[in-house]
């Protein structure tokens, strides 16, 4: 007997429309929600492209923008860092024409002093604290004074030409590094979205922990500038200074150097006075001399104009003793003879002392000639070291303007 296949159960007709009615209703469904994702899609798509447009636009536009800032920045550092080079040019000028200064103080200085020195070389009464030491003693305490002065000034320039190098360097560092700025963001400013090298870089999108914000870019090139500009100022001011230092200087060296100068030559004029006055006395001296010698030469003549008289008088005393007797009469012969004898004696006594105080005058005219040529070769000494040594070496010195 065969075996009864079991069928499916068939549905109604009703059921049968019911379940298509189902199917076009799901369909329409999904259909309709399909439309719906893929006009909504569509509108998506088109916001995003309006969107990443705008977005894209707006960089580009906040890039050039940027570029322009750094420009700005990079321009103001640029012509802040052209005033730093020239104003640390100048003061290396000035550092030179201080040097220069301080070379040129040293003739004027060595020269004061050796003639101080030679001067010592004076003797006798012209080894004298005079006019000329005192002035130069003061001459050489003024260019001490201003050998310090300088030193102290190149001290300061030096450390002024330190500062505005530092601060060169800061707005150097500051171009460069805004100088790759503005490589970077330019070359940031020319990608779009054809550019061949583009590229994922999911990493970067953060804020770099070490970023500063917008102020304090500006602060930190302002206070550059800020600082360079102080220094600047600065210098200014020093040069300002080292110009009146070295105009002050020349002109109180120039001065003491003619003061020294006038008081030099008119020390020599009155040597030279003192001198001439010591010759003419010694040549009247001389003359004195002269003089006193023949009067000792007539007194020894009359001293031994003398002795015939005397001898022929004392001869006729001898002689009359011999009277005989009577014959040895005081007459008035006998008396006049004895008269004429003491007269005589006397007078040669009276010569004699004369001589004696003749010859003693000769001799202090002597020792006067002696004192006197003695003091003409100390004022000759004086003049040679016043007025050919000193006068001489002072004629090099050349004080102008530093």
Request: proline share 2%; aromatic share 4%; net charge negative.
């Amino acid at each position: 007997m065969a075996k009864l296949v079991q069928l499916p159960p068939k549905f109604l007709p009703k059921e049968w429309s019911l379940a298509n009615q189902s199917q076009y209703a799901s369909a329409e469904v999904q259909r309709s929600r399909s439309e719906r994702l893929v006009a909504e899609s569509q509108r998506l798509v088109d916001e995003i492209e309006k969107t990443t447009q705008k977005t894209q636009k707006d960089v580009n536009k906040k890039l050039e923008q940027r570029l322009d800032e750094i420009q700005f920045w990079k321009g103001e550092v640029d012509n802040k860092l052209e005033d730093t080079v020239n104003d640390i040019e100048q003061l290396l000028a000035y550092k030179i024409r201080l040097e220069k200064a301080l070379e040129s103080c040293m003739e004027p200085l060595s020269i004061a002093q050796q003639c101080l020195v030679e001067r010592e070389k004076r003797v006798g009464i012209d080894l004298v604290h005079d006019e000329v030491e005192r002035e130069l003693i003061k001459e050489v305490e003024v260019i001490q004074g201003v050998v310090a002065l300088l030193h102290r000034t190149l001290e300061q320039i030096t450390e002024q030409i330190r500062l505005s190098r530092s601060a060169k360097y800061a707005l150097e560092k500051d171009i460069k590094d805004k100088f790759e700025a503005l490589k970077l963001d330019n070359h940031c400013s020319t990608l779009t979205n054809n550019t061949p090298d583009i590229r994922y870089a999911s990493s970067v999108v953060a804020v770099q922990a070490n970023s500063v914000s917008p102020k304090e870019w500006e602060d930190f090139s302002n206070v550059n500038i800020e600082k360079a500009e102080k220094q600047r100022n600065n210098a200014v001011a020093l040069r300002t200074l080292i110009d009146s230092i070295l105009s002050e200087t020349a002109a109180d060296m120039h001065k003491q150097c003619e003061t020294v100068n006038y008081a030099l030559k008119r020390r020599v004029a009155e040597t030279k006075d003192a001198k001439n006055k010591l010759e003419v006395h010694l040549a009247k001296v001389m003359d004195e001399i002269s003089s006193q010698e023949k009067n000792i030469e007539a007194l020894k003549k009359a001293i031994a104009d003398k002795e015939g008289p005397i001898k022929v008088a004392q001869t006729r005393l001898e002689t009359r003793t011999l009277r005989p007797n009577a014959e040895l009469c005081r007459d008035p012969v006998q008396y006049r003879l004895i008269s004429e004898v003491q007269e005589i004696a006397t007078n040669i006594d009276r010569l004699r002392e004369t001589l004696s105080q003749a010859e003693a005058e000769l001799k202090g005219l002597i020792r006067n000639q002696l004192s006197l040529e003695e003091e003409i070769q100390v004022k000759e000494n004086t003049l040679y070291i016043d007025e050919v040594i000193c006068m001489q070496m002072r004629e090099a010195i050349s004080i102008n303007n530093f």
